[in-house]
């Protein structure tokens, strides 16, 4: 009987030290998926620039085509010429879930312009892809020609309704289009409209709610095995006694 009992607690052992295994496994690609950025992994724009030339789109999270990148690149390059505002877009996979993608941006745009003088020429969007938020900053002369509730708007309509849908390519060149005009002194042509069939609700993501990221998962997976593994663990020890 004793040598039965050892036999099963042995058995059982294993089963708990394979189960234990396949959720490290588990978990750990989670983990990595959960990965955020950090201001310090970005490269100062000098370096940047050292290594590519002037640059104006920078897609590190590799959603934008060949097409938007050039389109975007020749605007803005031609807007810095004719007017000396220098306007910028960001991509990154994600962030983390906890910061402010706003205050993440203003990290960004301190570490890349240093001082007010710096700034004052600059604007900065970024997208992080993975969380599907959006934000902008930009510098005292930017905001001679751009107010606060324009800037509010290319964040949050011009460039934030397509980032909810993954339309990336869509979100910069819908934020280039309104930036260069405005920029250049023209009439701000407002954001896109937006456009629902009869009897559809929209399904966009209040922008207060954007916060919240996909490393909530890691926790769900957790807190699901620590339920789960124990149960099954004792009911087949049970059946097996």
């Not at 220098?86 to 993608?101: K, L, S």
Request: hydrophobic share 45%; net charge negative; aromatic share 8%.
């Amino acid at each position: 009987m004793l040598k039965h009992l050892t036999q099963l607690t042995k058995q059982a052992i294993e089963r708990l030290i394979l189960v234990g295994l396949v959720l490290f496994a588990t978990c750990h690609v989670f983990a990595g998926a959960a990965i955020a950025l950090e201001v310090y992994d970005i490269p100062s724009l000098a370096e940047i620039e050292t290594k590519n030339g002037q640059t104006w789109v920078i897609d590190g999270a590799g959603v934008l085509s060949a097409s938007t990148e050039a389109a975007a690149t020749n605007q803005l390059k031609d807007l810095a010429k004719d007017t000396g505002l220098q306007v910028r877009f960001v991509t990154v996979d994600r962030i983390d879930f906890g910061q402010p993608v706003a205050q993440f941006t203003t990290e960004l745009f301190d570490k890349w312009f240093p001082t007010a003088a710096d700034k004052a020429n600059q604007a900065l969007l970024l997208i992080a892809t993975e969380d599907h938020r959006t934000a902008f900053q930009i510098g005292d002369k930017v905001k001679t020609l751009l107010n606060e509730e324009q800037a509010k708007s290319v964040a949050l309509e011009t460039m934030f309704v397509p980032t909810q849908k993954a339309n990336y390519n869509q979100a910069v060149a819908d934020g280039t289009n309104r930036l260069a005009l405005i920029l250049a002194g023209k009439p701000d042509p407002g954001p896109p409209a937006i456009v629902e069939e009869k009897g559809e609700t929209s399904n966009y993501t209040k922008a207060e709610d954007t916060d919240i990221g996909g490393s909530t998962v890691l926790v769900i997976v957790l807190l699901i095995a620590a339920t789960i593994i124990p149960m099954v663990t004792y009911y087949w020890f049970q059946n097996q006694s």
